[in-house]
């Protein structure tokens, strides 16, 4: 959902396997380990095209474990994806390419063996072919089939609407795109079926260079309409974004800056939250003498807790 400030932090570890001769292997990420405070906790494997296929978190987003499994087709597209939590259990989901035309399906799973959601379990699974072999897998795929929405798309292949599907299979909701003639989108509009009680629309603009400079929601709740939430851009005269600002109904609510080295590498990360001039997160880049990214440092300063302390997530990669 637009506008809705989430970090999704899904990490793995090393599964090793062949490489493919024909493919350029120097910008291609094997693995992406993670590290809390120097305690491996997550990584990702890649195949070689650079799609992530595995991953692994173990404590990243505190005690429970995720592990995440996709697929794709020749085109790199995303066809499947497993995904299992400590606390919530097994999900699995299919994208189906079609003319003018993308579906997707959710697999439900009725019942499910206890420990399969103990996380002492789930840390016995260290690679795709693992998670590929688990009974709990194999029954999902034997689980009810559902479409769960439905996108279109004009001759150009930008989405246009999408369908949002009820349990019962009725049309819940409807999303609606537009865009300007350079194929940016301008406008995007959700609303309920049967209701536009409690709707919105989403405005962005663009600078001549087609750089979006700004975004703003515009809410709808009995009738009335309201700017609730605006992004503001700014970028540098190489058109890189270094600014990134969010203000919910006129109020500040928090911002990120980039800063980028002279070969325009993004090299540093500032994230502020609540007050313009106290930075809560810094993440800072390192890369090698061929320009490859080959570790990522973030450092979060819980300042408003009882007990203030720094935690540094550490993150490293290896190539084919």
């Given at each position: 959902m637009?506008?809705?400030?989430s970090?999704?932090?899904?990490?793995?570890?090393?599964?090793?396997?062949?490489?493919?001769?024909?493919?350029?292997?120097?910008?291609?990420?094997?693995?992406?380990?993670t590290?809390i405070?120097?305690?491996?906790?997550?990584?990702?494997?890649?195949?070689?095209?650079?799609?992530?296929?595995?991953?692994?978190?173990?404590?990243?987003?505190?005690?429970?474990?995720m592990?995440?499994?996709?697929?794709?087709?020749s085109?790199?597209?995303?066809t499947?994806?497993?995904?299992?939590?400590?606390?919530?259990?097994?999900?699995a989901?299919?994208?189906?390419?079609?003319p003018?035309?993308?579906?997707?399906?959710?697999?439900?799973?009725?019942?499910?063996?206890?420990?399969?959601?103990?996380?002492?379990?789930?840390?016995?699974v260290?690679?795709?072919?693992e998670f590929?072999?688990?009974?709990?897998?194999?029954?999902?795929?034997?689980?009810?089939?559902?479409?769960?929405?439905?996108?279109?798309?004009?001759?150009?292949?930008?989405?246009m609407?999408?369908?949002?599907?009820?349990?019962k299979?009725?049309?819940s909701?409807?999303?609606?795109?537009?865009?300007?003639?350079?194929?940016?989108?301008?406008?995007?509009?959700?609303?309920?079926?049967?209701?536009?009680?409690?709707?919105?629309?989403?405005?962005?603009?663009?600078n001549?260079?087609?750089d979006?400079?700004?975004?703003?929601?515009?809410?709808?709740?009995?009738?009335?309409?309201?700017?609730?939430?605006?992004?503001?851009?700014?970028?540098?005269?190489?058109?890189?974004?270094?600014?990134?600002?969010?203000?919910?109904?006129?109020?500040?609510?928090?911002?990120?800056?980039?800063?980028?080295?002279?070969?325009?590498q993004?090299?540093?990360?500032?994230?502020?939250e609540?007050?313009?001039?106290?930075i809560?997160?810094?993440?800072?880049?390192?890369?090698?003498k061929?320009?490859?990214?080959?570790?990522?440092?973030v450092?979060?300063?819980?300042?408003?807790?009882?007990?203030?302390e720094?935690?540094?997530?550490?993150f490293?990669?290896?190539?084919?």
């Amino acid at each position: 959902m637009k506008f809705i400030l989430s970090i999704i932090l899904i990490i793995t570890q090393l599964w090793l396997i062949g490489q493919d001769k024909s493919v350029d292997n120097s910008k291609i990420t094997k693995t992406y380990k993670t590290f809390i405070n120097h305690k491996l906790c997550g990584y990702e494997e890649h195949d070689k095209k650079g799609n992530i296929i595995f991953s692994k978190n173990n404590g990243m987003n505190g005690p429970i474990t995720m592990l995440y499994v996709a697929e794709y087709d020749s085109l790199s597209r995303r066809t499947r994806s497993y995904f299992v939590h400590s606390n919530l259990g097994f999900s699995a989901s299919d994208i189906v390419f079609e003319p003018l035309k993308i579906k997707y399906f959710h697999f439900s799973l009725e019942s499910s063996d206890e420990n399969s959601y103990n996380r002492t379990f789930l840390n016995t699974v260290n690679s795709k072919k693992e998670f590929m072999e688990l009974k709990e897998t194999k029954d999902l795929m034997k689980g009810k089939k559902e479409l769960s929405n439905i996108e279109l798309l004009d001759s150009t292949n930008h989405v246009m609407i999408e369908y949002y599907l009820s349990e019962k299979g009725d049309t819940s909701s409807i999303n609606t795109y537009q865009y300007n003639k350079d194929h940016k989108e301008v406008w995007f509009h959700y609303g309920t079926i049967g209701s536009e009680d409690w709707t919105w629309d989403i405005y962005s603009i663009y600078n001549d260079h087609l750089d979006k400079i700004k975004s703003y929601r515009v809410s709808a709740t009995n009738d009335i309409r309201d700017t609730t939430e605006v992004y503001q851009y700014i970028y540098n005269s190489n058109h890189q974004l270094i600014s990134e600002n969010y203000y919910h109904k006129k109020k500040f609510s928090h911002k990120t800056d980039y800063v980028y080295n002279e070969k325009g590498q993004l090299i540093k990360e500032q994230f502020y939250e609540g007050d313009e001039a106290v930075i809560d997160v810094i993440t800072t880049y390192q890369y090698d003498k061929n320009t490859k990214l080959v570790s990522k440092k973030v450092s979060k300063d819980y300042r408003n807790s009882k007990k203030p302390e720094t935690e540094v997530w550490e993150f490293k990669a290896t190539y084919w």
